[in-house]
């Protein structure tokens, strides 16, 4: 078998993170799978649970993964991180909630700005045995009036495989509203 290259598809190919989604993984009622298409085709949270939806500051969000072969096996560290502006009770409450609660982790849902969701923290062979933790919150007041004050989120899992995307017609829902719009 050769070596299949690279073909670059038409379509978006815009950077950044538009939309950030947290659930705590304990909220996680099921996941569904598609092993065929290799994607999630839907999410389903427990009785009275919702997607917690972050609003952080316009292009301050990202994913970065890597990949190392360990011992002829992947391994994929994944890093999000978000900005929170402002720096006042409100960021300060919401970073506090999130490191407190990261014991059991979390099942994060992001898009891209080309448009596709991925599901954080639910391992297509693994399930939710690596969920996304917080890892850590940064807060800075920055140095001049013109630097932003705000609180950095980092969440951090590591994973055997990069994370799946969600089918466009996923029933990913919030309360019975898609999350991911």
């Known amino acids: ?89 409100n960021e300060r409450a919401s970073a506090a909630e999130l490191l407190k609660r990261s014991a059991k982790g979390y099942l994060i849902v992001v898009q891209n700005g080309c448009g596709t969701s991925f599901v954080l923290g639910y391992s297509l062979r693994f399930g939710d045995s690596f969920p996304m933790k917080a890892a850590r919150a940064e807060a800075s007041t920055g140095a001049a009036p013109e630097d932003t004050a705000a609180e950095r989120l980092v969440f951090y899992n590591e994973d055997t495989r990069r994370p799946r995307s969600i089918r466009e017609s996923s029933p990913t829902r919030n309360n019975g509203m898609q999350i991911i719009r």
């Open 1 to 89: 078998m050769g070596l299949k290259g690279y073909t670059r598809r038409a379509g978006r190919r815009n950077g950044g993170i538009v939309k950030v989604a947290v659930a705590p993984m304990e909220a996680v009622a099921s996941v569904g799978l598609d092993r065929v298409a290799g994607s999630i085709s839907g999410i389903e949270l427990s009785e009275g649970e919702s997607f917690a939806l972050y609003n952080f500051k316009e292009d301050s969000a990202r994913l970065v993964e890597t990949t190392l072969v360990t011992g002829g096996f992947p391994l994929v560290r994944r890093e999000l991180s978000l900005l929170l502006e402002r720096l006042d009770e």
